[in-house]
């Protein structure tokens, strides 16, 4: 870059699984945070992804503590909890929405309600989506949140207002319910703050929020994601609907693994824009989408790169953004454009070769391809994701997770 250089570290291994424990959702979708006596921790996912197990969190290990900037690692222990990461005006913090995991609801209550949609996926049949509001409210249809209180010390778990024009609630075959919490949760990683303000981006299958009526607010599209932006000015009692970015004809592949817009993350630039990364499937392009007005309107996706799940973004104080994607190769890409349009070319970073077993066709099994940042200063930042087959020096190999250390430095000519 023209101002800056950008170094990536060795990497450090924080944990390693067992041997053979290869099962999908074990040692994935790594995450870092501040613990509240300044070290960092490092948690992983160690369950069933599914929408039942409540996605992500469906199980966790007891996280792991570094307290020389992600050199060294070491048991934190089970009661070990994150710094809370957005404090209210009012001097509290958010600490998120509550997750709930899919279930199976009889059909009889199913059939009690219109359905306004309903399509196939490249491994299921039988898609319904019904408007939230025709059903009867329960722990389903509410979105629950928490809330911590520094100086009496408790956490508070309430149902904030949430304002969500035709807001959907989606039957999945077998008569199963996704809780319109989950929606929420899902996205508790894209939850993003300024100036007291909070936001969050998140996707699921649904309507055109806006639509003057339900018949404009249903198309075939529905059965792609689309990307719904949310803001609360009252301290996380009130969430607002202010944007959509639905999935159009013009993005849509014949590629099965197509998903249309989803796991949205996005970052407010130098110049006071937001930028959002958005992947599109499992092996698909992932986008870029920019907003000059808070998060109202935004910008015609643009194409970002030819694949990236759970595309990864942050600003450091110096003014560098840095973004974090990948499937089937890991990728950090970075810039030092203030409006966040133009960066540099992608960066590879090396994992172990998946193809060090016959049967593996092709990279996607060298890791879940999800990963996280956390900045330590305005030039550096931690980075943490994982790897399927990684040696654990007795000739063996198994899941891992591992951490980089990216500086950014000014340069000197």
Known sequence: MGNFRVGISDPSLIVQGAIGDQAWGHYQFPTLNRARDGGILASWSYGNDSMEGGSHEGGKKPPYISYDEGQTW???????????KWKMPDGKYFCGFVSRGGHAMSEEWWGRYRHYAEWDNAWESGFRMYFAEDL??????????????PITGETEVYEPVINWPNAPIVCYPGFRIYPMTQMFALSNSGIFQHDGVLYICLYFNGFHSFAKNREEAVDSHCKYYSIYVFRSRDNARTWDQISQIPTTDEY???DRSFEGFCEP??????DGSFVMLLRTGNVSPSYLTRSE??????????????CGVFPQIITLGCGVTLAGYGRPVLKLRVTEDRSGLVWEEPKEIELVNAGWKQYLEDHIDASCFYTNFLPLDDY???WIYTEFWHPDGNGNRAKAVLVRKITVSPNED
């Open 74 to 84: 070491q048991h934190a222990g089970t009661d070990r909890v994150p710094e809370p």
């Open 136 to 149: 009867e409210k329960n722990d389903d249809t509410v979105v629950k949140a928490t809330i911590y209180d």
């Open 252 to 254: 849509v592949t014949e």
């Open 265 to 270: 993350m996005m970052s407010r630039m130098p």
């Open 293 to 306: 007005d808070g998060c109202r309107t935004w910008s015609a996706p643009v194409r970002f790169d030819d």
């Open 380 to 382: 550096n930042a931690l």
